[in-house]
């Protein structure tokens, strides 16, 4: 990585450094507080703010903005009459950001927080849920406007002065130099026709919790998961200095890097990652619903059937993401086929979805491969169930990216959620069905339930990778299983707790259950719940 910039020590506070477009920012607010009355309101603020919460590119450019921010300080939206229920604090987000543009700024921020023995955090885009990049009373080292290109190697090329001989791959490669997220490299992908394993979510960061975690994406279960791409990473050290991580060089921290877990061994600045000739993709959209809610019952024994199919549907090339709720906020599934009557509903807030993908194979082998499986929900289609299926063909990867699963959700809300990792014997388990009960809970709770389907294939045969610092049970598992439930803004702490402790000691211990032996992905685990007594980071303001 060229390093345009040099920044000398600093001393806190201060606004600007040495370096160009490098600053220091200090925190006294969360970046809701704009809506409240008092000394900080700015209404033409709070109207943008208001307008772009949910916003993903407004979170993750807002130094302190989280996707899932934490329970301190709900926006507000004054023209609307609401008025703040609690006092607004910082909380646990940074009090200090150094906004990092070169790997100097990054080395100056560590040695002043060892120096000083400050706390200290890292963050790229604030894409996370376990809020490993907050801290209370912390330094945070900011890497989004890091970024120094990305640049693709039709043969990849080691940067160690004499290479590694122990890599083995000989095909392309990307070398992303900085804080770029993932619509910024599969773009460059996509003009060479070529994959790289990259998020569901194209704002994802490509370098930091999402692959040092694990990573999963549409490509995953055909190239394996997103850690499992890296052929070396550029890392600073705790002690400022920068290495390069390879099976030669550290091998030791380029095995922690790759799926131990992010800001934990160092910050990662760079790496190159693979890349793959691009294949000719067939997907298919499954929807299922049932015509009226008493007939949950079949519903969810439709559940049982899909699950218990996907090892199977798995091992024969398919993989993709899918959801489930037994009372969904908003319609999950339209009823685009049935005449309304009384034993037909509308739109479907109970309702199944999924979007697979099959590599290389045309609508018909896609098809036949799920023809077994269309046959078992046959009984129920039209009867009781509503259910759709439409196959499509993309001559791309990206093509079928930017179709069907680059898509970016609404952020801003907390939520509470867990997961576990399921294998063949837990998916075919004759105690599925009442974990699948128990998962649902009640319509009250609208809970959603979110389908990973990426693993077997290329996620398994990584298993023999000795440098992959990847959770085994990744290479055993099919499914990856998420349980999410939220609450309406501005409840009180005894709501928010209720809420987790349903996720956490009832949802999740029903998979645990299930599936005692395997594990869970480390960045959608079981998020934590800050108590109603912690510190604070700055004065609360009215």
Not at 39 to 54: F, I, M, Q
Not at 105 to 124: Q, S, T
Not at 249 to 255: I, Q, R, T
């Amino acid at each position: 990585m060229s390093d345009s910039c040099s920044l000398e020590p600093f001393s806190l506070p201060r606004k600007r450094g040495p370096a160009a477009n490098a600053f220091v920012f200090r925190h006294i607010r969360p970046g809701s507080a704009f809506s409240l009355t008092g000394p900080y309101l700015d209404e033409d603020a709070c109207e943008y703010a208001d307008a772009s919460w949910t916003s993903e590119a407004f979170q993750a450019n807002t130094a302190i903005g989280l996707s899932y921010p934490t329970e301190s300080c709900p926006i507000l939206n004054i023209t609307a009459g609401q008025e703040p229920t609690q006092n607004c604090t910082l909380g646990d987000q940074p009090v200090y950001t150094v906004n990092a543009t070169c790997a100097a700024d990054v080395a100056a921020g560590i040695r002043f927080a060892h120096e000083h023995n400050i706390r200290l955090v890292i963050r790229d885009t604030g894409h996370d849920l376990l809020r490993r990049s907050t801290g209370y009373g912390s330094l945070q080292i900011w890497i989004r406007y890091l970024r120094q290109g990305i640049t693709f190697q039709e043969i990849f090329k080691s940067s160690e002065r004499h290479g590694c001989p122990i890599t083995a791959w000989k095909g392309s490669a990307f070398r992303i130099d900085g804080g770029y997220t993932w619509s910024d490299v599969l773009g460059e992908a996509a003009s060479r026709d070529v994959i790289v394993v990259g998020g569901g979510t194209p704002s994802v960061g490509c370098l930091g919790g999402w692959m040092q975690g694990g990573g999963h994406g549409p490509a995953a279960h055909e190239h394996g998961l997103g850690a499992d791409q890296v052929l070396e990473a550029q890392v600073i050290l705790a002690n400022g200095w920068v290495v390069t991580a390879s099976p030669c060089h550290h091998p030791d921290l380029f095995f922690a890097i790759r799926g131990g877990g992010g800001s934990t061994y160092g910050v990662v600045i760079s790496t190159t990652v693979k890349a793959y000739p691009t294949s000719q993709m067939t997907a298919q959209q499954l929807s299922i619903a049932p015509l009226n809610p008493k007939y949950k019952p079949e519903f969810m024994k439709a559940m049982e059937l899909l699950h218990n199919a996907y090892p199977d549907l798995l091992d024969q090339g398919f993989s993709g993401y899918g959801s489930w709720s037994i009372r969904a906020p908003t319609p999950l599934v339209y009823n685009n086929n049935y005449t309304l009557s009384e034993d037909v509903e509308a739109n479907f807030t109970t309702g199944f979805t999924h979007t697979l993908s099959i590599f290389n194979q045309t609508p018909e082998a896609a098809e036949s491969v799920f023809a077994p499986v269309q046959r078992q929900l046959a009984p129920y289609d039209g009867r009781r169930l509503f259910i759709n299926i439409t196959y499509s063909s993309f001559p791309t990867y990206a093509a079928y990216y930017d179709a069907l699963s680059g898509i970016e959700s609404p952020v801003g809300s907390p939520v509470a959620l867990g997961s576990r990792l399921l294998d063949r014997k837990a998916l075919t388990s004759p105690e599925l069905n009442r974990t699948l009960e128990v998962l649902a809970g009640s319509a009250e709770q609208y809970t959603s339930v979110n389908l990973v389907l990426v693993g077997g294939g290329q996620v398994a045969r990584d298993g023999a990778d000795r440098y992959s610092g990847v959770n085994p049970a990744w290479r055993t598992a099919y499914l990856h299983n998420i349980v999410a439930r939220g609450w309406a803004p501005g409840a009180d702490a005894a709501t928010r707790k209720a809420v987790h402790d349903d996720i956490t000691n009832v949802k999740v211990q029903a998979m645990k259950d299930l599936a005692p032996g395997t594990g869970a992905y480390m960045n959608e685990v079981s998020n934590p719940m800050i108590s109603p007594g912690v510190k604070d980071g700055a004065e609360a303001m009215p």
